[in-house]
């Protein structure tokens, strides 16, 4: 069995985080260099993520997850957020971003830059931020995946008032807007759903081939 397959394995939604256990900076390091290489659509990043250790924000966050102990025990909540908005100044800036980055000019970009604009005011703004939560929840996975191959447990979740987190987090101020969050640290080792079985339909079931 590949490494990967039995990492996935190991990885479970992890209930009771050891509050005791810290991430060292260089697993921290690492889970912030993945989710900054997680692929989007067109490259364009429509996101930010937070990293949020400070013990007092995270008991504010805590009641606004219904308690959820991960909150508070695991060694860091990720946030990981969606842009506010997204217009021309978004795509200039990704375009300022790929001149520098390629070393091409802005104007050989003029094609790729409309074709963004067009499929952007193609949107309503409802849309827009459909397909940005889209392009995070890649992130998540991304994020996830890192995690499981790293020995590192993680807990995704939605279960949290989205707007009771982005005023704790002052999000609005950041141009950014919470979509899931994730709790990332060690397992504790009276945590009883590290032994439930992994529930999932059959290969044949969830597989389709033509
Ligand atoms: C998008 C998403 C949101 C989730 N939200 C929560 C949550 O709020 N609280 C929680 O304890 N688990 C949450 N989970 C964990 C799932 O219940 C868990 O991943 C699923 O049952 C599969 O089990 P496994 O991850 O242990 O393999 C969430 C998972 C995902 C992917």
């Known amino acids: ?15 009771k985080f050891d509050a005791t256990a810290k991430l060292s900076e260089a697993q921290l390091d690492l889970l912030q260099e993945a989710l900054q290489l997680s692929p989007s659509s067109f490259g364009l990043q429509p996101w930010g993520f937070v990293i949020v250790s400070d013990p007092e924000v995270r008991k504010k966050l805590s009641v606004a997850a219904w308690g959820q102990p991960q909150i508070t025990d695991a060694s860091q909540l990720i946030v990981l ?5 997204m217009n021309q100044s978004n795509i200039d800036s990704y375009i300022a971003a790929v001149a520098e980055q390629r070393g091409v000019t802005p104007a050989s970009l003029t094609g790729f830059s409309q074709m963004m604009s067009g499929s952007i005011a ?3 703004s409802t849309q827009l931020v459909e397909w940005m939560a889209r392009q ?5 996975g991304v994020l996830l995946a890192t995690c499981a191959v790293e020995s590192i447990d993680a807990c995704p979740m939605e279960g949290f008032d989205n707007a009771q987190f982005d005023q704790i987090l002052d ?4 141009g ?11 397992r504790a080792a009276d945590d009883s759903y590290a032994d ?7 290969k044949e079931k969830v597989i389709l081939t033509v």
């Open 122 to 124: 193609g949107k309503t």
């Open 196 to 202: 439930l079985a992994k529930v999932r339909f059959p």
């Open 136 to 140: 995070v929840y890649i992130a998540l």
């Open 171 to 174: 999000l609005p101020a950041k």
């Open 1 to 15: 069995m590949s490494d990967i397959i039995s990492q996935l394995k190991w990885r479970y939604a992890t209930k």
């Open 81 to 85: 957020c969606r842009a506010s908005v």
């Open 176 to 186: 950014l807007a919470s979509v899931v969050i994730c709790a990332v640290g060690k």
